[in-house]
């Protein structure tokens, strides 16, 4: 069984920084895209950042050039630096990501139980 960890999350002031990770365990062959997303009550999750097992990377408007995405080089740990943190980025994040259980079957999405991010004003 796959499970995703996310750890990193808390409180920090408007300004301030955080570095999430998410790090699979269990039975797998590979890891291919990895994501974060966020979620704040009442709304949809959204789409955060991405990378691919080559480290191609993604991110959404909201976060470029204040988030940067990046894995370890066993691919099965991924990261979400986050800097100049907004009140706006107050958020549950969940980690996703497309995993390939043996090399036979196609990859299927897991994801993380979520940690909280809050950012104070």
């Known amino acids: 069984q796959v499970q995703l960890v996310e750890s990193g999350g808390g409180l920090v002031q408007a300004g301030g920084s955080l570095r999430l990770s998410c790090a699979a365990s269990g039975r797998f062959f590979e890891i291919n895209d990895m994501r974060w997303y966020r979620q704040v009550p009442g709304k949809q999750r959204e789409f955060v950042a991405s990378?691919?097992?080559?480290?191609?990377?993604n991110y959404a408007d909201s976060v470029k050039g204040r988030f940067t995405i990046s894995r370890d080089n066993t691919k099965t740990t991924e990261y979400l630096q986050m800097d100049s943190l907004e009140p706006e980025d107050t958020a549950v994040y969940y980690c996703?990501?497309?995993?390939?259980?043996?090399?036979?079957?196609?990859?299927?999405?897991?994801w993380g139980q979520g940690t909280q991010v809050t950012v104070s004003s």
């Open positions: 990378i691919t097992r080559g480290g191609r990377t």
């Open positions: 996703n990501a497309d995993v390939k259980v043996n090399a036979f079957l196609s990859s299927l999405g897991y």
